[in-house]
């Protein structure tokens, strides 16, 4: 991280900050007091097994499913409601794990969907799409088709462009590698990452490809059975035997 993302990240609030999450599915518990913190322009690590409870603490994070205890801020404020339309006004924006692409539009007519649903005014749309495909150039190539005949690589794309659009300043992303060849993943993620020194924007990567998502976190994550594990730096964890000591 440079010495400028540095500074206006320790005088910023944190863009999340969790305390004690209790949260799961008909009385069985999934996550058990979690507590996080996502710095302002940070980009944080989470992984864990399958059905550790990753993407329900994001599913929670993003107000789509309510937590049974704990507390939620958002650059520095608890919202009035924390629902997924609060914390998009807020500038944080989800991108689920299964991309979620509407396969009968084209990827322009998801864009103009986006916008209009974020109330992207008509006349600053057009600058919206130019800045994202500045940041995924090679959607250009297929912003006519529609998404369902797209790969699922460019699916990817499609989908986290599609968050970028509302110029958010957290991401939290679900598992975007998910069907995608390591230098795919890698070809995505680089230019997102990109964006934490642009534009101060956090992300918080849920990951199974830790290779590559190491690659561009500051802090790692490990969760195991709804609580955290280890929290460190990512070449602490670049010990692959301490990295398997921890699943
Ligand atoms: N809607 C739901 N209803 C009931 N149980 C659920 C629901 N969603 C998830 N679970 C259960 O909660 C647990 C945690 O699931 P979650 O999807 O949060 O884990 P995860 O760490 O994201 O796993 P994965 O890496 O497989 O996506 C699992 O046992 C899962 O079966």
């Given at each position: 991280m440079s010495a400028a993302v540095e500074?206006?990240?320790?005088?910023?609030?944190?863009?999340?900050?969790?305390?004690?999450?209790?949260?799961?599915y008909g009385g069985r518990e999934v996550l058990s007091d979690v507590s996080l913190t996502l710095g302002a322009g940070e980009i944080?690590?989470?992984?864990?097994?399958?059905?550790?409870?990753?993407?329900?603490?994001?599913?929670v994070l993003f107000g789509l499913h309510?937590?049974?205890?704990?507390?939620?801020?958002v650059f520095g404020e608890t919202l009035p409601r924390h629902v997924p339309a609060a914390l998009g006004a807020a500038g944080v924006a989800l991108v689920p794990e299964g991309r979620?692409?509407?396969?009968?539009?084209?990827?322009?007519?998801?864009?103009?969907?986006?916008?209009?649903?974020?109330?992207?005014r008509a006349s600053e749309r057009e600058e919206r799409v130019e800045e994202?495909?500045?940041?995924?150039?090679?959607?250009?190539?297929?912003?006519?088709?529609?998404?369902?005949?797209?790969?699922?690589?460019q699916q990817q794309m499609v989908s986290i462009a599609r968050a970028l659009l509302t110029r958010p300043r957290a991401l939290l992303l679900d598992e975007p590698s998910i069907g995608l060849a390591?230098?795919?993943?890698?070809?995505?993620?680089?230019?997102?990452?990109?964006?934490?020194?642009?534009r101060g924007m956090a992300i918080l990567l849920v990951e199974q490809n830790v290779r590559e998502a190491f690659a561009v976190s500051d802090r790692v994550l490990v969760m195991k059975s709804g609580t955290f594990i280890f929290e460190g730096a990512p070449a602490e964890l670049s010990d692959h035997a301490r990295l398997m000591e921890l699943f």
């Open positions: 500074t206006a990240r320790a005088a910023a609030p944190p863009a999340i900050e969790a305390r004690g999450l209790c949260a799961g944080l690590c989470l992984i864990g097994h399958n059905g550790a409870g990753k993407s329900t603490l994001l599913r309510r937590p049974a205890a704990g507390t939620i801020r979620g692409v509407f396969p009968d539009l084209t990827v322009e007519e998801i864009f103009g969907l986006a916008l209009w649903s974020a109330g992207v994202v495909l500045g940041v995924l150039p090679r959607i250009r190539e297929f912003r006519n088709r529609r998404a369902g005949t797209l790969s699922g690589g390591p230098k795919l993943f890698q070809d995505l993620i680089r230019p997102i990452a990109a964006l934490r020194e642009s």
